[in-house]
């Protein structure tokens, strides 16, 4: 029963898109089109670097030297291992999916604990201030940022705060030192050379950035769906085509004929969430470790609905969009 759920829902997934690539072959060649120039122009030049830096630090064992000048803030807010730490300071500065990556390589190493991978997946995997600052905030006619950028990043961060003194306060702190993993026995405290970190960095790179592009290609075929249900006037279009495949949605939305208050509302909060594409894209990452998708989902939703609340307050009070 359960094989012939799984293979009926493959086939509703893929049917579809399929039959409309052959009935409209050039709208559908549109969207492909769409979704790799916005994975070639745009995500390819600010997340690749990272995703390269990232991975090498971790392969020599050089991120803790970064976050050691953080420890007296960071120790008092989190109490968690420099690993951890790490995990949130480069989640937040290159933004997603580096934040499901840096988990589950941390994981993979066993330099954190199930729990506390958990844990960081729950605020750390969100789109990057770079691509936040130069694509979103720079074409919507803000008189103010800052106010926007305190919600966007301060809301995750003080949720994670929060989790780690409800939800987590009995989180078992792992030894911030490689060991052998009991998921899979492999060895990590072996030292790689220089240029053995870079190549295995470059390639882990470069496979990671591959994945990302194919599943904004392949998720952006299925914003043509969005015509066939809502007009593109309507917001429940634009809320479709974000949830979709979020970069697609936004870059259409902010050419859409929607008032300023409600590109902000459909943009920012969805941002947030992140859409299909993007958990689909965190499922690659974490598809071979043993942490579930559910829990992410369901911060990812408190998250943005705090959004929202946050938004409606700065409307209400301040009137600044």
Known sequence: MRNFIKK?????????????????????????KQGLLVWFQVLIPTLLP?????????KLNLHRVIIKILTPITTPL???????IYCIVFGFLCGFPMGAKIVTELYDSAYISKQEAAYLLAFCNNIGPV???????????????????AGFYGIPLLYGIILRHTVYKNLVITNSSPKISLRNNKQTDKQLSF??????????????ITHLGGYMILFNLYMCLSGILFSSKSIF?????????????????LQSILTFPQKVFVILPLLTFTGCSCFA????????????????????VIQSLLLICYLCTLQFLFHIF
């Open 195 to 208: 240029f053995d970190a870079i190549d295995e960095s470059v390639v882990s790179a470069l496979s990671a």
């Open 281 to 300: 894209q965190t499922i690659a990452f974490i598809n071979h470790t043993d942490l579930s998708l559910l829990p992410y989902f369901l911060h990812k």
């Open 8 to 32: 009926t829902f493959s086939l509703l997934f893929i049917l579809p898109i399929i039959c409309y690539m052959l009935i409209y072959p050039k709208e559908a060649a549109f969207f492909a």
């Open 131 to 149: 691509y936040f600052t130069s694509i979103v905030l720079t074409q919507i006619p803000l008189s103010l940022h800052i106010p926007f950028l």
């Open 237 to 253: 279009y634009h809320i479709c085509n974000c949830l979709i495949e979020i970069s697609g949605g936004i870059q259409g939305t």
């Open 78 to 84: 989190f109490h968690l291992n420099p690993d951890s």
């Open 50 to 58: 990272f995703m390269i830096l990232s991975t090498f630090l971790i």
